[in-house]
Nanobody, 115 residues
Framework: QVQLVESGGGLVQPGGSLRLSCAAS????????MGWYRQAPGKERDLVAR???????NYADSVKGRFTISRDNAKNTLWLQMNSLKPEDTAVYYC?????????WGQGTQVTVSL
């Protein structure tokens, strides 16, 4: 069983920054891939950024140049640095991990970008 716990969300003004973290139970080195997704009210859950095979990184076009995904194997943690935040970035952000044939999700953390 894999447990993922997100933190770091909150209220921030447009142009501000936040760093989300996802703490995993056990070593993240064993995961095939990890990523961040987000879901705004009334919308589907969409990919934000994803790390595959420890090196391949994919970003949604809407966050390229503003968000950075990274991992710390020693701390079993996945990060999402979010800069130049916009109101349209407002959503619940979820951490995700693929392990063997299963996919695991965290409970989500709310990010609100507003004046």
């Amino acid at each position: 069983q894999v447990q993922l716990v997100e933190s770091g969300g909150g209220l921030v003004q447009p142009g501000g920054s936040l760093r989300l973290s996802c703490a995993a139970s056990g070593s993240i080195f064993r995961f095939n891939a990890m990523g961040w997704y987000r879901q705004a009210p009334g919308k589907e859950r969409d990919l934000v950024a994803r790390l595959s095979g420890g090196a391949v990184i994919n970003y949604a076009d809407s966050v390229k140049g503003r968000f950075t995904i990274s991992r710390d194997n020693a701390k079993n943690t996945l990060w999402l640095q979010m800069n130049s935040l916009k109101p349209e970035d407002t959503a619940v952000y979820y951490c995700n991990a693929d392990f063997l044939s299963a996919t695991f999700w965290g409970q989500g953390t709310q990010v609100t970008v507003s004046l």
